[in-house]
């Protein structure tokens, strides 16, 4: 697999969302010997779930995206270990997707391997405390959406994951992305990760080890893939984390613009700003580029008014940084993951 030699191929490539520049192409040969690997491999059964040209904008909040080269939902660890095995084995350059939440994706597709954890790698099981009957430990496989997360606590009068009960990632991608909302993030109720290094082996890493940042853990550098996850949650009156969810959905659906295909905020909070303030204040609220538009609703984000390009959606945010920057001097960094061809060279 080549990589474009530019700082920011580089950069990427090292942040995992390496994936593809335009340079990157995969010949057709290598994705018949990656099927031949898995047969090989004992695995016929995965070759057989392998989807070829895949639209990705099926799979993305945002409704952009051309075809993935080939596609597969695994749906245990061992599927994703015999994936990885075989596309290392065949040079096949992968990339790993929870539920496109966070994700725009190039309209020209993506090289290689789409490996995605979704509902088929979904699972949540429970355990009390015996030494500790407030505390609950909750094992989930990383395609578990996090509102099933959410809602499944709740019921069982759980509370700590009140907060993530409206956002639409997946548990693998919000580990990734340490995930968070109303002044609390994943990183308070991640106790243990099951990860799946690049060559293949199973490593488990407890909270300390996960880097924890806003918006960061160590998986945006060490390129391992969130497999399986345990939070510890307490035990509260079922009536108050209800009301907690009632209160921050309100929040949501009142400042937010969730009529509209989106991936949420789009930049990253610049320190002592807020990025909607800065946006609205600069007067591009409303601007459209093709069929992408900055909200109405809420300046931070960008919306697809129904016929967007992952094209529309670049040109749109290259538009609010450069704006942002001549008018204030703050460098707005993109939180959205742009992925696929032509894209990974160029994006801040
Ligand atoms: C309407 C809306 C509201 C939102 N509100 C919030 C919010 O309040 N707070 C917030 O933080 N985010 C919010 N988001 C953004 C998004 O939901 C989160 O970033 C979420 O954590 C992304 O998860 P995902 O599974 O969709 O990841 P994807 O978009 O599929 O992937 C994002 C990144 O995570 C990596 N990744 C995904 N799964 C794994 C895994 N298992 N192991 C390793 N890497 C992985 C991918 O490689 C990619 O680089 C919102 C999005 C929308 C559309």
């Not at 019921?155 to 990734?176: D, N, Q, R, T, W």
């Not at 488990?204 to 996850?229: N, P």
């Not at 900055?294 to 984000?301: C, I, Q, T, Y």
Request: glycine share 10%.
């Amino acid at each position: 697999m080549k990589f474009a030699v530019t700082k920011e191929g580089e950069r990427l490539k090292k942040e995992k969302n390496i994936a593809m520049s335009a340079e990157i192409t995969v010949d057709s040969g290598v994705i018949k010997a990656f099927r031949q690997k898995l047969i090989d491999m004992g695995r016929k059964d995965l070759e057989a779930k392998l989807r070829e040209d895949e639209p990705m904008k099926a799979h993305t909040s945002f409704r952009v995206g051309g075809p993935a080269q080939i596609y597969c939902e695994p749906s245990e660890t061992g599927e994703i270990i015999d994936l990885i095995s075989a596309s290392k084995a065949v040079g096949l350059p992968f990339f790993l997707m929870g539920n496109g939440s966070n994700l725009v994706i190039s309209d020209e597709g993506m090289d290689g391997l789409v490996i995605r954890l979704g509902e088929s790698f979904s699972d949540i099981r429970s355990e009390d405390v015996p030494t500790d009957p407030d505390t609950v430990r909750i094992y989930a496989t990383a395609g578990t959406l996090l509102t099933r997360l959410s809602s499944f606590a709740s019921k069982a009068g759980l509370s700590g994951l009140e907060f993530a009960s409206g956002i639409p990632g997946s548990l693998g991608g919000a580990v990734f992305m340490n995930a968070g909302a109303y002044d609390h993030d994943m990183s308070e109720v991640v106790d243990k990760v099951v990860s799946v290094s690049p060559s293949g082996e199973r490593i488990t890493w407890s909270g300390e080890d996960l880097q924890f940042g806003y918006r960061k853990s160590r998986f945006m550098t060490d390129e391992g893939i969130v497999a399986e996850v345990e939070l510890v949650l307490h035990r509260d009156d079922p009536q108050e984390i209800s009301s907690r969810i009632k209160t921050y959905t309100e929040k949501r659906t009142k400042s937010q613009p969730l009529q509209f295909p989106s991936a949420g905020s789009m930049f990253k909070r610049p320190t002592g700003y807020y990025t909607g303030a800065l946006i609205e204040q600069a007067g591009l609220k409303g601007t459209s580029v093709g069929g992408a538009q900055v909200s109405e609703k809420h300046a931070g984000f960008v919306i697809n008014t129904g016929n967007a390009t992952a094209h529309d959606i670049d040109s749109l945010v290259r538009l609010i940084q450069k704006t942002i920057k001549e008018k204030f001097g703050v460098e707005l960094e993109r939180e959205v993951r742009f992925i696929g061809r032509g894209f990974s060279s160029e994006v801040k």
